[in-house]
């Protein structure tokens, strides 16, 4: 009932137990899919339940998959209502979760982000969906598809790619396709099309700048039968292709490329690097591929990565060992701690007076704080001390020096946090008053280095940025 035929095969299946096909650009949907019975939230009319025949007057249907805890998601929102609302009666957005009634029901309700955006009373989801995803291929959501009134997949993408023209474009011209789809997979090198059919055993590297519709996921091809490795390691900061690139070398340290605290960077003019990252979207973002004989080493191939983009950027990079400053927790006095041994709520972290996550698994989105804490700003309420340290360092809720736990307890506790976070002298006052101390200390730590060529910078003399360390003028910053 739900087959159709389409190029990719997929091992799901429909409710007739036959296998679904992934649709691609240019595909149609099948007959049935406009005529399923479609579970909705918020529909404006009050109505429970929708087709997408109901929509067949629209020119484009867009059908943008989401859920509550993924935050880009939800992010996404306003900007696909405002083309709606650009494109008047042109367009029809419908979200799609496969989520359930009663998780959109709260999300609508309790969404501080929804409520701010003023998109509670027009905002409306198709919910419990089982089938609708199934007919596309994604890495992930966001994810969005158009699909115009014969039922023609127009569009694979992010929500990002989506804007207006392309959107009139579509519209004006059936045949056009103005928004590139997402690339999933790299099942060939990429500039395999410009070389000649006739040669084989080719083999380059290069780095390409951002590339729209790209999966940011790495991959390691081995294609035994043309004989070759392809690396491709897509739309990465320079700091995570150099993390990529240097797995294979001394004081590797895993995930340290994601924190800030322990990254450095020793460039000529720091200041117009970070500024140029704070406003231009992308900004020192790359593909890096590299093709290479199958003969080769893997370990060889990482190192020439290396190499290249030590080439191509004008900078080296490597783990090294530094002092820095670290902030320290430590138990000053264990009356003052709050514990609570047998609680089995979940840690609760509310920034700016807004709550995260309420406990349950379908209820993760920003929402105000409420009960006891209504009027608490900041605080971490019942966290575990060894958590503490993740909660700031990798989350980056604040410009601070990597926190290390040297309590040698493993209790909850909660903190009511100063409104600035990023106050020093305010948090450490804020730990006392929970019986712990945050004491600034010199610590050797691996950090990850770039270091630009002919670089003649005070390696000694740092500042912490939200991009990470950089070098600072006059008396070293204390951040």
Same mark, same amino acid.
């Given at each position: 009932?739900?087959?159709?035929?389409?190029?990719?095969?997929?091992?799901?299946?429909?409710?007739?137990?036959?296998?679904?096909?992934? $649709?691609?650009?240019?595909?149609?949907? #099948?007959?049935?899919?406009?005529?399923?019975?479609?579970? &909705?939230?918020?529909? #404006?009319?009050?109505?429970?339940?929708?087709?997408?025949?109901?929509?067949?007057?629209?020119?484009?249907?867009?059908?943008?998959?989401?859920?509550?805890? !993924?935050?880009? !998601?939800?992010?996404?929102?306003?900007?696909?209502?405002?083309?709606?609302?650009?494109?008047?009666?042109?367009?029809? %957005?419908?979200?799609?979760?496969?989520?359930?009634?009663?998780?959109?029901?709260?999300?609508?309700?309790?969404?501080?982000?929804?409520?701010?955006?003023?998109? +509670?009373?027009?905002?409306?989801? %198709?919910? *419990?969906?089982?089938?609708?995803?199934?007919?596309?291929?994604?890495?992930?959501?966001?994810?969005?598809?158009?699909?115009?009134?014969?039922?023609?997949?127009?569009?694979?993408?992010?929500?990002?790619?989506?804007?207006?023209?392309?959107?009139?474009?579509?519209?004006?011209?059936?045949?056009?396709?103005?928004?590139?789809?997402?690339?999933?997979?790299?099942?060939?090198?990429?500039?395999?099309?410009?070389?000649?059919?006739?040669?084989?055993?080719?083999?380059?590297?290069?780095?390409?700048?951002?590339?729209?519709?790209?999966?940011?996921?790495?991959?390691?091809?081995?294609?035994?039968?043309?004989?070759?490795?392809?690396?491709?390691?897509?739309?990465?900061?320079?700091?995570?292709?150099?993390?990529?690139?240097?797995?294979?070398?001394?004081?590797?340290?895993?995930?340290?490329?994601?924190?800030?605290?322990? !990254?450095?960077?020793?460039?000529?003019?720091?200041?117009?690097? %970070?500024? +140029?990252?704070?406003?231009?979207?992308?900004?020192?973002?790359?593909?890096?591929?590299?093709?290479? /004989?199958?003969?080769?080493?893997?370990?060889?191939?990482?190192?020439?990565?290396?190499?290249?983009?030590?080439?191509?950027?004008?900078?080296?990079?490597?783990?090294?060992?530094?002092?820095?400053? !670290?902030?320290?927790?430590?138990?000053?006095?264990?009356?003052?701690?709050?514990?609570?041994?047998?609680?089995?709520?979940?840690?609760? &972290?509310? $920034?700016?007076?807004?709550?995260?996550?309420? *406990?349950?698994?379908?209820?993760?989105?920003?929402?105000?704080?409420?009960?006891?804490?209504?009027?608490?700003?900041?605080?971490?309420?019942?966290?575990? &001390?060894?958590?503490?340290?993740? $909660?700031?360092?990798?989350?980056?809720?604040?410009?601070?020096?990597?926190?290390?736990?040297?309590?040698?307890?493993?209790?909850?506790?909660?903190?009511?946090? /100063?409104?600035?976070?990023?106050?020093?002298?305010?948090? +450490?006052?804020?730990?006392?008053?929970? *019986?712990?101390?945050?004491?600034?200390?010199?610590?050797?730590?691996?950090?990850?280095? $770039?270091?630009?060529?002919?670089?003649?910078?005070?390696?000694?003399?740092?500042?912490?940025?939200?991009?990470?360390?950089? /070098?600072?003028?006059?008396?070293?910053?204390?951040?």
């Amino acid at each position: 009932m739900f087959s159709l035929s389409a190029q990719t095969p997929r091992k799901d299946s429909g409710a007739d137990g036959l296998s679904i096909k992934y $649709l691609k650009i240019g595909d149609t949907i #099948p007959r049935a899919l406009w005529d399923l019975k479609l579970d &909705v939230v918020g529909h #404006p009319n009050g109505t429970q339940a929708i087709s997408l025949r109901d929509y067949k007057t629209k020119k484009l249907i867009i059908l943008d998959f989401w859920a509550t805890w !993924c935050s880009s !998601c939800i992010a996404a929102f306003p900007g696909l209502y405002k083309l709606q609302n650009d494109l008047g009666d042109q367009v029809k %957005v419908l979200s799609v979760t496969y989520q359930d009634r009663a998780a959109i029901e709260k999300f609508i309700n309790k969404s501080e982000f929804i409520r701010s955006q003023g998109l +509670k009373n027009t905002f409306s989801s %198709v919910v *419990g969906d089982k089938l609708l995803t199934k007919y596309f291929e994604k890495s992930g959501i966001p994810f969005t598809v158009c699909i115009d009134n014969r039922g023609v997949v127009r569009s694979l993408s992010e929500p990002s790619e989506l804007n207006a023209p392309s959107l009139r474009q579509m519209i004006r011209d059936t045949n056009a396709v103005p928004v590139a789809a997402q690339v999933i997979e790299f099942k060939r090198p990429l500039l395999g099309p410009y070389y000649d059919n006739k040669i084989h055993n080719y083999y380059y590297s290069t780095l390409l700048p951002y590339g729209r519709g790209i999966s940011q996921a790495s991959v390691f091809n081995v294609n035994s039968l043309r004989g070759y490795k392809q690396l491709v390691v897509p739309n990465l900061n320079v700091f995570m292709q150099y993390a990529v690139a240097l797995q294979h070398s001394s004081n590797y340290s895993p995930g340290i490329a994601r924190i800030p605290s322990r !990254c450095i960077l020793e460039v000529n003019d720091p200041d117009s690097i %970070v500024n +140029k990252l704070s406003i231009i979207q992308h900004f020192w973002e790359y593909t890096y591929e590299s093709v290479s /004989p199958i003969a080769y080493e893997d370990k060889a191939i990482y190192r020439k990565m290396e190499r290249d983009l030590n080439f191509y950027l004008g900078m080296t990079g490597s783990y090294q060992k530094r002092n820095v400053n !670290c902030l320290v927790i430590r138990v000053a006095d264990h009356r003052k701690l709050i514990i609570n041994k047998e609680s089995t709520q979940s840690p609760i &972290v509310i $920034l700016n007076g807004l709550v995260e996550s309420d *406990g349950t698994a379908n209820g993760k989105f920003l929402q105000k704080a409420e009960n006891d804490y209504k009027h608490v700003k900041n605080a971490i309420i019942g966290i575990e &001390v060894k958590y503490i340290p993740n $909660l700031f360092n990798r989350r980056k809720i604040a410009t601070l020096p990597f926190i290390l736990d040297e309590t040698g307890i493993s209790d909850q506790v909660s903190i009511t946090l /100063p409104d600035n976070i990023n106050d020093l002298e305010q948090l +450490k006052q804020a730990f006392a008053a929970q *019986g712990l101390t945050l004491s600034l200390e010199k610590r050797n730590m691996i950090m990850l280095v $770039l270091r630009e060529d002919g670089y003649q910078g005070d390696n000694t003399k740092l500042k912490l940025t939200r991009y990470g360390y950089i /070098p600072a003028s006059g008396k070293e910053d204390t951040r």
